[in-house]
């Protein structure tokens, strides 16, 4: 049944350069939103950089963003497998 299981990726020949590039940004917004975190509490100073303030208010943002194209990725991916499968 559908929606049940975890979603997997399968692909044709070798995983797509666009795909390989969200999943590596998406990976670094994390580490970056996490260190973020943990330096702002500890090491920034109240009144920072306007670049840190700016990412912080907006990290959720674009961690959703980065998501949904991994997911607008996969959608291409999967309808154009389909249009070449034999």
Known sequence: MPGLGGHRFYFVEK??????FVFSLLFAN?????????????FLPRHGLWVFSWYDDHSILVQFRL???VGRDSRYISEARSLHWP
């Open 30 to 42: 994390t580490l970056l939103m996490l260190l973020l975190t943990f330096a702002g509490k500890y």
């Open 67 to 69: 998501i949904g194209n």
């Open 15 to 20: 995983v797509p350069l666009a795909f390989s």
